[in-house]
């Protein structure tokens, strides 16, 4: 009998230990358990929003995501952070012009710069949709000779040199070496939070808000399949189209031309020549802050838009099937049409997503505390 109590004390004893050991270790490595997991909205017009599986959100890890998004460390000069291009201001696009003008755009066959928002609907990235996930997408920048010239073990030493990243880092990955995976994934969870879904559009959809009489006029312009079947190719929620189509060449370029193109498109991705020409279909949200228009940033206003769709398309063997009258030029709009049209496509702009201080920098609030 009393060996079975001692051998039952031993017993409790023994779990005692382990349990305290595994609480120990859990709290060291940071286990998902002990994070706080971010809480997303649930927006009642957009479908359900995917989640990654490898990359929880969480808050910690959104705030430290934020501080890296406008951290010029990133660069190689210090000197560019990732809201250089992508401002607030203009949906995490950019400012016509402030980069670079579009004619430089066109000449040189480089490209303009995607908004970043409703990311988690997306399946591939860029306008030649060359990644497939957001982590993967915050490491082409980086090394871009374009945009920040920089290397990843460069940037490891500058970050893991910093007492600001490396707690921050701890609070989020636990006791590791700070790494660009962990980089990027920050980066990526903070721009999964990057939700526009208030825009008057929206409220009109949710029965909150009503067109004026020009405004609906011109979104059923867009509607109408003889008109202009805009949304046949475009998005105004998420931009959740998936495979091949979402992505399209729009008749910007003669068949000669298609040939000479500096810019090849999806086709440096796919290898297949009837890809040459064909540009990710971008969403129409927030396309009133968007500017310049196109992958080569060619068009510089909304007018211009409207009236290349309008009267100049240009047939080529690769032009998307969805671009209506293709053959006689597009859909030739009056006067009135294009104005009305215009109108409505400012109701995809939500204020408060530009103005959401969650998104902003995090660098000046910390200096007005």
């Avoid at 940071?30 to 009642?44: A, G």
């Avoid at 402030?98 to 399946?123: C, D, M, Q």
């Amino acid at each position: 009998m009393l060996l079975l109590q001692i051998r039952k004390q031993r017993w409790v004893t023994f779990s005692f230990i382990i349990t305290l050991i595994l609480i120990i270790y859990s709290f060291s490595y940071n286990n998902d358990s002990f994070v706080e997991k971010y809480d997303f909205p649930i927006i009642k017009q957009f479908p359900k929003m995917p989640h990654s599986k490898k990359n929880p959100v969480t808050i910690s890890g959104v705030e430290l995501g934020r501080f890296l998004f406008y951290d010029p460390i990133l660069s190689i000069d210090s000197n560019m952070s990732c809201s250089s291009c992508h401002r607030q201001s203009h949906a995490f696009s950019y400012e016509l012009n402030y980069v670079i003008t579009p004619k430089e755009l066109h000449l040189n066959g480089r490209r303009s710069i995607l908004p970043l928002f409703n990311l988690a609907w997306s399946s591939t990235y860029f306008w030649d949709g060359r990644v497939t996930t957001i982590e993967e997408q915050v490491f082409h920048p980086v090394r871009n000779k374009n945009e920040m010239n920089s290397n990843w073990l460069l940037i490891e030493k500058r970050i893991n040199r910093s007492d600001f990243y490396k707690n921050k880092f701890k609070n989020v990955f636990g006791n590791k070496r700070i790494d660009s995976v962990m980089i990027a994934k920050a980066i990526a969870q903070f721009e999964r939070t990057l939700l526009s879904y208030n825009s008057k559009f929206d409220k009109v959809q949710n029965n909150e808000a009503k067109f004026t009489k020009d405004e609906q006029e011109g979104y059923e312009l867009m509607l109408n399949k003889n008109k202009g079947n805009c949304f046949s190719c475009h998005t105004t929620g998420v931009n959740d189209l998936k495979g091949e189509k979402a992505f399209a060449n729009d008749g910007g370029n003669t068949e000669k031309e298609l040939k000479l193109l500096p810019d090849r498109g999806r086709e440096l991705v796919t290898k297949k020549m009837t890809d040459i020409g064909k540009f990710r279909i971008p969403t129409l949200r927030n396309i009133g802050l968007t500017a310049p228009y196109m992958h080569n940033g060619i068009h510089d206003n909304l007018e211009h838009v409207i009236n290349f769709y309008s009267d100049g398309i240009q047939v080529n063997n690769n032009i998307d099937g969805r671009i209506n009258n293709a053959h006689a030029g597009g859909v030739h709009f009056t006067t009135i049409e294009k104005r009305k049209i215009a109108l409505f496509l400012l109701t995809l702009t939500d204020s408060s997503f530009i103005t959401n201080k969650a998104f902003s920098n995090p660098f000046e609030n910390e200096k007005n505390k």
